[in-house]
């Protein structure tokens, strides 16, 4: 299955949360969308229930598909000083996509993700066209030259409101930004219940 190109704001309805950042469709609507989302007497979710809808909500974020999902969280779980949860959110923050959308070079993940597959981001001086490319600790990431000008990065860095995290930082003469560390849970600003994950795999 391909990645999802409906509204957005469904996504954030089926999930009751923005998860896009902030949505005034779901201030307005904030029931699940459908004929029947505005049922109150719509069935509890059980506990698999609550499992699944938090990894579809955390797949959904990073814009993953299944198998990657799963590959990632494989990965996880060699790592050393990290719990499995900590480490797979770890590695889904360092891909290179997210690492471009947290870098404000594109206001969206899709958009970021467009960009390196579109081959307008390098990775230490290498044109690099993989989204799910793990950056690691000291690696840079940049627009390439010729791509500098582009009105979707320069209306992006423009737009940019918040600051970039604080384990990646960047320099707006070189259009530069490297991560500085691997982020720790604490450092991660998505709103997702990772041990519900762990435990949705653990079954």
């Not at 201030?27 to 499992?51: C, F, I, M, T, W």
């Not at 958009?111 to 307008?120: E, I, Y």
Request: with cysteine.
């Amino acid at each position: 299955m391909g990645h999802f190109t409906g509204p957005r704001s469904k996504l954030a309805r089926r999930f009751g949360e923005p998860i896009f950042g902030p949505d005034k469709v779901l201030d307005n609507r904030p029931n699940p969308p459908g004929q029947h989302g505005a049922n109150k007497k719509r069935k509890k979710l059980s506990e698999y229930g609550v499992q699944l809808r938090e990894k579809q909500k955390a797949k959904t974020i990073y814009g993953m598909r299944e198998g990657q999902f799963r590959l990632f969280f494989d990965r996880a779980k060699a790592r050393e000083g990290f719990t499995k949860g900590d480490a797979f959110l770890a590695l889904c923050e360092c891909r290179l996509d997210n690492i471009v959308y947290r870098l404000g070079l594109s206001p969206t993940r899709p958009g970021a993700r467009q960009l390196v597959t579109h081959r307008h981001v390098t990775v230490n001086g290498q044109i690099c066209n993989v989204p799910s490319r793990v950056i690691k600790p000291g690696e840079v990431v940049s627009v390439k030259e010729k791509s500098r000008d582009l009105v979707a990065v320069q209306d992006s860095l423009k737009s940019h409101k918040s600051p970039v995290v604080n384990w990646l930082s960047w320099d707006d003469a070189t259009m530069q930004g490297s991560l500085l560390s691997v982020p720790m849970r604490a450092e991660i600003p998505e709103n997702i219940e990772i041990q519900l994950i762990v435990e949705f795999f653990s079954r």
